[in-house]
């Protein structure tokens, strides 16, 4: 059964760190390209991360440049994505996908991942 289940969110003041963890089940994690979006009340889904299948390259929007890493671990079909200095804008809820498309990340757009879990709600207040 294909899954992506995401986990680590919470509730963490201005300036703290979380860690996301995505765990996939029932396709090729290694051969695909994994990314972490957001969405926050009232606005679109936006791209935070992606990392090429091998974890060899990645991505970052430049709100986050510098404060947030992905990572990926191919022997436990895992994506991860620390998050350091959160800022309250940074509250969202949190979603990992899939693709497997084999491009530059940066052609890597919503319409084009091909699996997505349902999320984890991470929400940076003091």
């Known amino acids: 059964q294909l899954r992506l289940v995401e986990s680590g969110g919470g509730l963490v003041q201005p300036g703290g760190s979380l860690r996301l963890s995505c765990a996939a089940s029932?396709?090729?994690?290694?051969?695909?390209?994994m990314c972490w979006f957001r969405q926050a009340p009232g606005k679109e889904r936006e791209r935070v991360s992606c990392?090429?299948?091998?974890?060899?390259?990645?991505t970052y929007t430049d709100s986050v440049k510098g404060r947030f890493t992905i990572s990926r671990d191919n022997a436990k079909n895992t994506v991860y994505l620390s998050m350091n200095r959160l800022k309250p804008e940074d509250t969202a809820d949190y979603y990992c996908a899939a693709t497997f498309y084999r491009g530059p990340l940066s052609g890597i757009y919503i319409g084009g991942m091909d699996y997505w879990g349902k999320g984890t709600l991470v929400t940076v207040s003091s």
């Open positions: 029932g396709f090729a994690f290694y051969d695909s390209a």
């Open positions: 990392i090429t299948s091998s974890g060899g390259y990645s």
